[in-house]
């Protein structure tokens, strides 16, 4: 099955950095979508479908924190995996990412292999095959 | 916080932040001191701070040239001039390093947060700090210098309102201290 994914971060050259390694992945990526910021994510996933959201924690007008609390109090939303990809590695942020629902941290610097590993940690084996 | 054990981890994580991102291998050479709260500058510049119970600034800084061969790395792509991505990937260089430094010595600096990070470019102007001087770390790459200057400053105490001000200063000494 093909991935469906949105990738948030308020850089546009770590945007494009993201979409590259995921494409380095080996992954079959259906859908590759992009936000600025956590606001804009949100919008975006209501009028979409994902199977899986890649996002900054640190960003202006909507954090990631922020964006994952608002994704659950949402039915739908709350069933999309979130994995954060941030230079945010600091153990209270981590731990909020996780209590709101986050299923994994990468922590930048990464290479495409981090990235792949924790998808494949996050994700049902039928959609990665 | 000593600040040899901030210097030892901003070095430590602009080499892993190359070494992951570029995969270059940054040399890194002897820090030194320049005593003045001036420095001149120019070429590419990008500042970032960790501001709370302890502030650090840095300022990534390097030619264009260096700029630009950075974001070409970084996107994959050719970069002829410093453009918005240039300043844009300097910027996530600089949030790289300084975010990793923040986690690495979670311990040490207590509760602080990251600056968003800021991009200059230019010739010729000078960077002014609060602090008696700046510490630089030069890296090279490729036949490159990469210099990122470390201002510690201590940490920000604000202002009491004019009126408590007054009132501290209006207070008799207490009894039994000198006056």
Request: hydrophobic share 45%; net charge negative; proline share 5%.
């Amino acid at each position: 099955m093909a991935l469906r994914v949105l990738v948030v971060d308020d850089s546009a050259v770590i945007r494009k950095v993201v979409i590259r390694a995921l494409g380095q992945t080996g992954l079959t990526l259906e859908d590759v979508q992009q936000a600025s910021d956590g606001s804009e994510a949100l919008n975006i996933m209501k009028t979409n479908e994902f199977n899986l959201v890649l996002s900054d924690i640190n960003m202006p007008n909507m954090d990631g924190i922020q964006m994952l609390a608002a994704m659950q109090e949402d039915p739908r939303l709350k069933l999309i995996p979130v994995i954060m990809i941030t230079t945010e590695g600091s153990q209270s942020k981590v731990m909020d990412a996780a209590k709101l629902g986050a299923k994994g941290l990468v922590r930048k610097p990464f290479v495409p292999e981090q990235i792949k590993q924790k998808i494949s940690e996050c994700l049902d084996a039928s959609l990665l095959n | 916080m000593q600040e040899i054990i901030a210097i030892e981890a901003i070095q430590a994580a602009t080499v892993r932040v190359f070494a992951t991102m570029l995969e270059k291998e940054l040399l890194c050479e002897a820090p030194r001191v320049e005593p003045q709260k001036r420095v001149a500058a120019e070429g590419v510049i990008a500042q970032i701070s960790v501001v709370g119970s302890s502030s650090i600034t840095c300022l990534v800084c390097c030619s264009a040239e260096l700029a630009c061969t950075i974001a070409a790395i970084l996107l994959m792509q050719e970069c002829a001039g410093v453009d918005e991505e240039v300043l844009d990937a300097m910027a996530e260089i600089a949030n790289m390093i300084l975010g990793n430094v923040k986690t690495d010595l979670d311990a040490h600096l207590g509760e602080v947060s990251l600056s968003i990070p800021t991009v200059t470019h230019g010739q010729d102007f000078m960077v002014h700090s609060h602090s008696k001087q700046w510490m630089l770390l030069p890296f090279q790459m490729d036949g490159l210098t990469l210099v990122i200057k470390v201002c510690f400053e201590p940490p920000y105490q604000p202002r009491r309102p004019r009126a408590e001000r007054k009132a501290i200063a209006s207070d008799p000494p207490a009894v039994g201290m000198p006056s």
